[in-house]
C-alpha cells in the first residue's frame, strides 16, 4: 500500500479548557511547520480561544478530569484551577510553547485560516468584534465542510 | 545512515537528507540543498535565517523553535512562511546543514 502524504488538515476546537485548547493548536502549527496546509475551526466553549477578552483567562479544568489525578472535593475548592493553571502555563512556557494568545497569533501569522462556528456565535450572542483580528471569519457547518474538502479533519 | 554525494563530496545524511554532521557544511552545499527543495534564489533574509538556525544549533545543541525563530532572528513568522513556504524551521535547518528540528512547536 503507498502512504500518500497529508496535503491539508482542518482542526476543530471545541472545548474552553487549557488541556482542550493547546492540542488543536499545536495540531493546526504543526502541520504549517511540515508546510501542510491548516485550518482551525473553534466552536462551542473552543469560542474562547479566540475571543479576545477570554483568551488570557483559559484555566486547567480541575474537576472531573481524571487525569490530573487530583481528587474532585480538592479541585472544587476556590483558588485551586488558578493554582494548577499557573504551575501548567509555567511548565509550557518553559517548553517554549506560548500562552494561548499568542499561540493563535503564530498560527495565524503561519498562514492557518481561523474560523469562528456561527451556531455557536448565536447561541453565545458574540460578535465579529468579540474576536481578534486574526480571525478569517464566522462561518457555517456547511462552509466548513466546504472549506475542509480533500483533507483531513480533526476533531479535539 | 546513508550518504550522498554533492559537489563531489560524500556526506552523512539522515533518511530525509539533513546533514549528520554539520562541519561538513559550506555556503555552496547551502544553495545545492536550497535548489533541491524548490528554493532557486538565496536573498540576504535567507541567510539571514540560516545563520541564525545555524548559529543557534552549533551555540546550544538544538535548533531554534518557531516562535523563538519569529521572535529573535530578525524576521518575522510571516516573513519566514515567505522566504521558507515549505517550513521554515525544517527547510532553514536543512539548509543550514544541521540535525532535522525535534521540537513539536
Known amino acids: 500500500m503507498s502512504t500518500q502524504a497529508i496535503q491539508k488538515v482542518s482542526v476543530i476546537v471545541s472545548r474552553g479548557s487549557l488541556e482542550g485548547i493547546y492540542p488543536g493548536l499545536i495540531l493546526a502549527n504543526g502541520a504549517r511547520m511540515e508546510g501542510i496546509e491548516a485550518n482551525l475551526f473553534f466552536t462551542f466553549f473552543g469560542l474562547d480561544a479566540i475571543t479576545s477578552r477570554r483568551q488570557n483567562r483559559i484555566k486547567v479544568a480541575t474537576v472531573g478530569n481524571p487525569g490530573l489525578h487530583l481528587p474532585t472535593w480538592l479541585g472544587a475548592l476556590p483558588g485551586v484551577s488558578w493554582l494548577v493553571t499557573r504551575m501548567m502555563s509555567r511548565r509550557i512556557e518553559s517548553l517554549d510553547i506560548p500562552p494561548i494568545a499568542e499561540f493563535v497569533q503564530l498560527c495565524a501569522d503561519s498562514g492557518v485560516r481561523l474560523f469562528a462556528c456561527k451556531a455557536s456565535v448565536d447561541l453565545f450572542g458574540l460578535k465579529r468584534e468579540d474576536f481578534v483580528d486574526s480571525l478569517e471569519d464566522v462561518i457555517t457547518v456547511g462552509e466548513f465542510y466546504e472549506m475542509a474538502a480533500g483533507g483531513e479533519i480533526i476533531f479535539t | ?105
Open chain 2, 1 to 105: 545512515m546513508t550518504t550522498i554525494r554533492l559537489l563531489d563530496r560524500e556526506l552523512e545524511v539522515d533518511a530525509e537528507g539533513f546533514l549528520q554532521k554539520p562541519e561538513q557544511w559550506n555556503e555552496e552545499l547551502a544553495v545545492e540543498i536550497a535548489r533541491s527543495v524548490g528554493i532557486t534564489e538565496l536573498t540576504d533574509r535567507h541567510w539571514k535565517v540560516i545563520m541564525f538556525m545555524r548559529d543557534t544549533y552549533l551555540s546550544t545543541g538544538s535548533a531554534p523553535s518557531i516562535r523563538t525563530l519569529g521572535k529573535t532572528s530578525g524576521v518575522d513568522v510571516k516573513e519566514l512562511y515567505k522566504l521558507f513556504p515549505k517550513g521554515p524551521a525544517k527547510l532553514a535547518a536543512k539548509i543550514a546543514g544541521i540535525p532535522k528540528p525535534k521540537g513539536c512547536i
